[in-house]
C-alpha cells in the first residue's frame, strides 16, 4: 500500500552480547580474590542460565556481576528472570535465570489496547511474538513508540521498535 508506514514491537536481546557478557562474569569470578575460590560454575543455555556456587552470598555477588556486564553492553536487565534459589549437594546454591524474549499474548494485547485507545488512526496486529503497527503518518507512529515507551516501566520486559519503513 501507498502511503502507509510500519514498523514492529518486539522483546528480544542480542544473543552475542549476552555471550560476551556471560563471558566477562566467568572471567571476573575466576579473577576476583572473595570468588575465585568458591566454584562457581556459569552454564548458559539456549533459554536460561544456570549458576552453581558456595553459598547464597557469593550468589548474590555473582548475579549483581551480571546485572553490571550486562547493563555495560546495553543488556536490559528485564530479560533475566530470576527463580528461586535451591539447596544443592555439598552445602552448594543453584540458581536458575531464565531469558525472556519475546512478546506474550498478553502482553501483545495489552499494548494493542493501550495504542488503540490513545491514537485512533493507528492499525496495529498481533503477529506472533511481534506486534505489527502501521499508519498513514511518520508522526502517528513516532506518536505510537512514544506511547509505549511510556508504557515500558510497567512492563517486566524490554520493548524494542524494528523495521521501521
Given amino acids: 500500500m501507498a502511503g502507509t508506514y510500519s514498523f ?4 528480544d536481546f542480542e544473543a552475542q552480547e549476552l555471550l560476551n557478557a556471560v563471558d566477562q562474569l566467568r572471567r571476573e569470578v575466576s579473577q576476583r580474590y572473595d570468588l575465585k575460590d568458591s566454584k562457581t560454575e556459569i552454564e548458559l543455555l539456549e533459554n536460561e542460565l544456570l549458576i552453581t556456587t ?3 552470598m557469593t550468589l548474590q555477588a555473582v548475579t549483581d556481576v551480571l546485572l553490571q556486564k550486562a547493563a555495560k553492553r546495553n543488556l536490559s536487565s528485564k530479560i533475566f528472570d530470576f527463580q528461586d534459589p535451591e539447596s544443592s549437594g555439598g552445602n552448594r546454591t543453584k540458581q536458575k535465570v531464565l531469558l525472556k524474549k519475546g512478546l506474550s499474548q498478553e502482553i ?3 499494548l494493542s489496547k493501550v495504542i488503540r485507545d490513545g491514537l485512533k488512526k493507528i492499525n496495529v496486529s498481533i503477529q506472533g511474538d511481534t506486534l505489527r503497527v502501521t499508519g498513514k503518518s511518520k508522526d502517528e507512529l513516532q506518536a505510537a513508540i512514544t506511547l509505549l515507551r511510556g508504557q515500558e516501566e510497567s512492563l517486566d520486559i524490554p520493548l ?6
Fill in 54 to 56: 558456595a553459598s547464597d
Fill in 160 to 165: 524494542q521498535f524494528e523495521n521501521y519503513r
Fill in 108 to 110: 501483545a494485547k495489552k
Fill in 8 to 11: 514492529d514491537v518486539v522483546s
